[in-house]
């Protein structure tokens, strides 16, 4: 753990314990909580607002919002560039959350400035980038019990970082008490080596914030307003500002590149495994196994290597996923296998088996100890209990009853170039291999098709349907036709002889 950080002016650091528990009923909260997020996100290079990005199956501004949400009356974000994206996805994960609209970005303490002007809220305001996906609610409690037991008016929280390039630098007195914040581009070549950063994580008294932030000045290398200096000017009023120091670095982080936005998806990956595996899942590989923070898993799931669990995916107890599986809204029943699959918006059922190398598109369920096999695509189409389709397919838009047997290679064409139509297959049926079942179409229950039948027609229950030329053998072609070659002395050596009878 971390040494406590030396602030002597009022000196705190952060509790490393877990507050999870108990924040349901001890959340203390702040009046309102302004998240920045009106940045162009210019180094990120992308079509796609900064704050849109993914990480972990949910926006970056998404895992921010969660974290602050809880401990504050009122949520308040800033918009601007991307401002209709931005917009609409508030609109579906924070519809209650007030929109402050940034026209022109001309800087964190313009975007502050704008978010006061919208609200006569008083009391305190806690001020998180909307870039930060990490933070979690605990850590910002923790801030909130020390900015009041310090009875601040101006906070700053802050972290040491193994490379601190690009961030704002804590400048404290000899003492230990902040004095300023510089920004990298704005700093020296000794204020670089400070590694106690910024986290841009805050919280303030309103009416200080308020007064402050009138006398900021564009005085600095970007020309923007920065809400940093907020701090050294709350100081220069006599009155209290602190840094206290989180004790946990990789919270902190921002996204502010593509590079960053990796590095912060790895470590989300980490926790969210850990989470798993301390409530009783085996991941055999944590480092290359992707899960989503919306995806749940029981107690013993084993997942192997290479895996990745997206959306709505819900897996029960003894169910074994890949390697090398793609499951993105899928439900798992207890004790089915996925081995080396894609899955998409689909039902496993229990005990049921799939893969290696299967398909499985939206729309389709798997009946409890079914089978689908190698090289198996299915769509939209529902497989019985204990049914099989062990190899080679195409299933799509199907209805497949119980204990039924689909042969290798048998294909469910199920589009005339213009529409889909539906198969039905009954209970017990035979599909003999290589069968095509043109749709739309129905076999009986117990119903058998030959190898190699191409149906059109309904197979009635109890019949088989045979739809192939019969066979016939030309005698003696090879050696008439093919005389010279390997085949011939082959047949030859085997007796074969030019009659024709
Ligand atoms: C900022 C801090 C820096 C800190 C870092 C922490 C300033 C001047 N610098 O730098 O000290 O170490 O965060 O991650 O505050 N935004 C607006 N409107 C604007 C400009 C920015 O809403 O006009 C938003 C951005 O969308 C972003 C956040 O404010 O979510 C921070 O802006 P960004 O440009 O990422 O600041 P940094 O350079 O990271
Ligand atoms: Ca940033």
């Known amino acids: 753990m971390a040494e406590p950080p030396i602030d002597s002016d009022h000196g705190r650091a952060l509790r490393t314990s877990s507050w999870e528990a108990i924040l349901a009923s001890q959340q203390k909260k702040v009046d309102l909580v302004v998240v920045l997020a009106a940045g162009e996100g210019t180094r990120m290079k992308s079509s796609l607002a900064k704050v849109l990005h993914p990480i972990a199956g949910k926006t970056v501004i998404h895992h921010v919002l969660e974290a602050v949400t809880p401990t504050s009356k009122e949520v308040s974000v800033v918009v601007g560039a991307h401002r209709e994206e931005v917009e609409a996805h508030l609109s579906e994960i924070a519809p209650s959350a007030h929109r402050v609209h940034q026209a022109e970005r001309n800087g964190t303490g313009h975007a502050v400035q704008l978010a006061l002007a919208d609200t006569n809220i008083t009391g305190t305001v806690l001020v998180v980038a909307g870039d930060t996906p990490l933070l979690r609610t605990s850590t910002i409690s923790e801030f909130i019990e020390a900015h009041e037991e310090l009875e601040s008016v101006a906070s700053v929280l802050t972290a040491v970082l193994p ?17 300023r914040i510089v920004e990298e581009r704005d700093a020296d070549e000794d204020q670089k080596l400070v590694d106690e950063i910024n986290t841009g994580v805050y919280l303030f008294d309103i009416e200080t914030l308020r007064e402050a932030a009138k006398n900021l000045t ?42 960053q936005l990796a590095q912060c998806a790895a470590i989300m990956r980490d926790r969210i495994n850990d989470s798993h595996m301390l409530n009783g899942v085996s991941i ?49 029943d207890r004790g089915a296998v996925v081995i080396e699959s894609r899955v ?16 499985i598109r939206p729309g389709t369920q798997l009946a409890s100890n079914s089978k689908v096999g190698a090289y198996v695509e299915i769509k939209n189409s529902s497989i019985g209990e204990s049914s099989k389709v062990p190899h080679l397919s195409y299933v799509g838009d199907a209805t497949i009853g119980e204990g039924t047997n689909i042969g290798a290679a048998t294909i469910f064409v199920n589009y005339d170039g213009v529409e889909k139509h539906q198969t039905v297959v009954g209970d017990h049926v035979r599909v003999g291999s290589d069968t095509m079942l043109v749709a739309p179409v129905r076999i009986g229950d117990g119903a058998y098709t030959a190898a190699g039948s191409i149906i059109t027609e309904d197979v009635p229950a109890g019949a088989i349907g045979v739809a192939r030329a019969k066979q016939r053998n030309v005698l003696g072609w090879v050696l008439r036709r093919r005389s010279g070659t390997k085949s011939e002395q082959a047949a030859r050596d085997a007796g074969a002889t030019e009659s024709t009878l």
């Open 344 to 359: 998409a918006d689909s039902q496993i059922g229990a005990e049921a088996s799939v893969g290696p190398f299967s398909f």
């Open 163 to 179: 490379d601190p390039f690009g961030y704002g630098r804590i400048l404290r007195d000899d003492l230990g008490a902040v004095l």
């Open 218 to 259: 564009a005085d600095n290398s970007q020309g923007e307003l920065y809400l940093t200096d907020v701090i050294a000017l709350v100081k220069a009023s006599g009155k209290i500002a602190v840094a206290i120091q989180s004790n946990d670095f990789t919270e902190t982080l921002g996204i502010n590149d593509r590079s």
């Open 284 to 332: 055999i590989d944590p480092m290359t196994t992707w899960i989503d923070a919306t995806v749940e898993i029981d107690t013993d799931v084993t997942i192997m290597p290479g895996s990745a669990l997206h959306g709505k995916t819900k897996i029960a107890s003894g169910a074994l996923i890949g390697p090398r599986t793609t499951l993105t809204n899928v439900t798992i």
